[in-house]
């Protein structure tokens, strides 16, 4: 019996029409549009001016606190304008605009860097180039992954936790670098564990990725500290909470963290850019991107420069196809459409997802009828209908005491409503006021 989460859940159609597609390599953008909070917590503080030449990988914007993050350059160029563009918020964002120099061939070397199996670094190293090359979590959350493994003396922690679950429909982007950076994800493993000094690694990967499973079975057969995890194909696998749960059956306490259960959780492509960074000296510049649709003509896997816009990206995989209605951000269950083609990918870009007419149409929301099915998928244990009717009445308060804030905005509820309610939408709104009223007590 494979592992799950025991509360809810559903299994949309899965639709990993790019799991077949190999990684391909984007070509480098003419300008790209770098935004300064591409992470949770503090904007980035820019430290560059119009007309400045930049090099590949050299600082733009330093962290602007504990929880903030290093921006790097993704090209060698010159800065053209420090602007304000629509970022994948949908908000106007502080950004830099950089025009490629396209007489400069560092822009256009296909740099392979070979396998590094010695780690020299010690723990304070490991942590301190962790921050210095802006790296954070590239499974959604964007949390700078040096505030994540800064552990208080004292504290109980024994596992390190990967998640290649990648449950969203579309997204293979994960799928794909766990078969194709096998040997460096593990070796970035092995990084992680000598920063916490703690020797208990396990990788969760759902069952419908039984390649991944059984590669990464092979490279850690003889190493005791590593271990794989085969996981019910069940969404959201992905939730810290729910992949802890799954895998070692500790229940993450309400408004809680992993640490408070003794374990740290990083997503395969924050190890992926963790090696890249210890073992190569090698900011943030680039991630894998899923871009998927079942209407593209040329839907893959790609790496992509942070801040090219979204435009080349569709370019490249056929342009859009007849009918097209929304342009998402991430996956169908948890991305968000964005407005245009003009914004720019960012560190949490894990997909574009192309939505055709048909796909996206959603039905006419009707009265709710108390089936109760919202709250049987709900993995949270929480009450959907009753959120999303306290926030659409203004009755914050009321709904900060149902545990309004616990809901991890997974999209279950939405998805299995017969009556077509804007459950998520009107819970994300609520949510948002609540965070700040809170914001405003403190």
């Known amino acids: 019996m494979l592992k799950t989460f025991p509360k809810g859940g559903i299994h949309p159609p899965e639709n990993k029409i790019t799991s077949s597609k190999g990684i391909k390599k984007m070509p480098v953008p003419k300008v790209v549009y770098v935004p300064i909070a591409q992470h949770i917590g503090i904007p980035s503080e820019i430290i560059v001016e119009q007309k400045d030449k930049v090099e590949i990988g050299q600082v733009i914007a330093k962290s602007g606190g504990f929880v903030s993050s290093n921006i790097h350059s993704p090209v060698a160029g010159t800065v053209t304008k420090l602007d304000m563009i629509v970022d994948t918020s949908g908000y106007k964002k502080q950004c830099i605009v950089i025009r490629t120099d396209p007489k400069n061939e560092s822009n256009f070397e296909d740099i392979e860097y070979p396998l590094k199996t010695e780690i020299e670094a010690d723990a304070k190293d490991i942590l301190q180039k962790i921050n210095d090359f802006g790296i954070v979590g590239l499974g959604g959350a964007t949390f700078p992954s040096h505030v994540k493994l800064q552990v208080k003396e004292g504290t109980k922690l024994d596992h390190l936790i990967i998640n290649g679950v990648e449950c969203e429909p579309y997204l293979t982007a994960d799928h794909r670098l766990m078969l194709e950076k096998a040997e460096e994800i593990v070796v970035g493993i092995k990084i992680l564990l000598k920063a916490l000094n703690i020797n ?115 370019d490249e995989v056929g342009g859009l196809p007849e009918g097209t209605r929304k342009i998402v951000n991430g996956g169908p269950m948890m991305g968000k459409a964005i407005k245009n083609l003009d914004v720019p990918v960012t560190k949490g870009t894990s997909g574009i997802l192309v939505i055709s007419e048909d796909e996206a149409s959603r039905g006419e929301p009707k009265n709710c009828i108390r089936c109760s099915e919202c709250v049987n998928v709900c993995p949270m244990g929480l009450e959907p209908h009753l959120l999303m009717n306290l926030s659409e009445k203004g009755m914050y308060e009321k709904a900060s005491y149902e545990d309004i804030m616990t809901c991890i905005e997974c999209g279950s509820c939405s998805y299995v409503c017969p009556s077509y309610r804007p459950l998520l939408d009107y819970i994300r709104f609520g949510k948002n006021i609540v965070k700040k009223l809170n914001t405003s007590k403190n």
């Open 200 to 314: 208990k690694a396990i990788i969760g990967i759902e069952n419908n990725k039984r390649d991944a499973i059984e590669l990464f079975k092979n490279l850690t057969q003889y190493d005791e500290t590593i271990k794989v995890a085969a996981l019910q194909v069940k969404y959201p696998q992905g939730g810290e909470k729910q992949l802890i749960r799954a895998i070692l059956n500790r229940e993450v306490p309400k408004n809680g963290l992993p640490l408070d259960v003794g374990v740290i959780v990083h997503n395969v492509g924050t190890i992926f850019a963790i090696y890249q960074a210890i073992q190569h000296n090698k900011p943030l510049i680039e991630r894998v991107v899923t871009v998927t649709g079942k209407k593209l003509e040329n839907a893959s896997n790609y790496w992509v420069k942070i801040g090219t816009p979204i435009k080349d990206l569709v």
